[in-house]
Nanobody, 116 residues
């Protein structure tokens, strides 16, 4: 399974970005059964959980992003999204997507920079 994250960039405080993560090398059935998640890692910090969406569509968020970020999935496109609104400088990080089934797979990350 390969995960390709995209959509990162430079945005001002209060702005929005939409991250995408497309899975390849797997069937749509496998993707549909997987739990998908986003994590981020800022310089000098550990990777932290941001959001998760299960096969049934149940979502879970870190407290730091609740009400601002929304995770969604498109099983037909084998893609998971992260809509990020009201961005803050502390949201600056490399954002990684993961796919969890029997194993966990990671994408290469996409950089988000929020200027103050």
């Amino acid at each position: 399974v390969q995960l390709q994250a995209s959509g990162g960039g430079l945005v001002q405080t209060g702005g929005s970005l939409r991250l995408s993560c497309a899975a390849s090398g797997t069937s749509g059935v496998i993707f549909r059964l997987a739990t998908l998640a986003w994590y981020r890692q800022a310089p000098g910090k550990e990777r932290e959980f941001i959001a998760r969406i299960t096969t049934s569509g149940t979502t879970d968020y870190a407290d730091s992003v609740k009400g601002r970020f929304t995770i969604s999935r498109d099983n037909a496109q084998n893609t998971v999204y992260l809509q990020m609104n009201n961005l803050r400088p502390e949201d600056s990080a490399i954002y990684y997507c993961s796919l969890v089934l029997s194993n966990e797979f990671w994408g290469q990350g996409t950089l988000v920079t929020v200027s103050s």
